[in-house]
């Protein structure tokens, strides 16, 4: 069955970064879209990033275009989102996840960033 472990989260002040990575397994993934998603305390899912399985074309939320960067690995079967000046509104739990809206996601890592 499809598998997604999320790590890399953590605690860091306004302006630190955080690599978070996401392990896939169950599917096959080098065919596969990948994507990012979050979701802040009394908040819905909020799609982050894409990237693509053919180009590693990506696409990311208009908050963090500048500061986040999406990458893969697919002899390695792993996602990545490299998280850098980071502010207390980017506080979440962070999903890697099948699609856009975070249906099928994993347990997430929780990223907390003081002011």
């Known amino acids: 069955q499809v598998q997604l472990v999320e790590s890399g989260g953590g605690l860091v002040q306004s302006g630190e970064s955080l690599k978070l990575a996401c392990a896939a397994s169950?599917?096959?993934?080098?065919?596969?879209?990948m994507y990012w998603v979050r979701q802040s305390p009394g908040k819905g899912l909020e799609w982050v990033s894409t990237i693509n399985n053919y180009n590693g074309q990506t696409q990311y939320e208009d908050s963090v275009k500048g500061r986040f960067t999406i990458s893969r690995d697919n002899l390695e079967n792993m996602v990545y989102l490299q998280m850098d000046n980071l502010k207390p509104e980017d506080t979440a739990r962070y999903y890697c996840?099948?699609?856009?809206?975070?249906?099928?996601r994993g347990q997430g890592t929780q990223v907390t960033v003081s002011a």
């Open positions: 169950g599917f096959h993934f080098s065919t596969s879209f």
């Open positions: 996840a099948r699609d856009r809206a975070g249906a099928v």
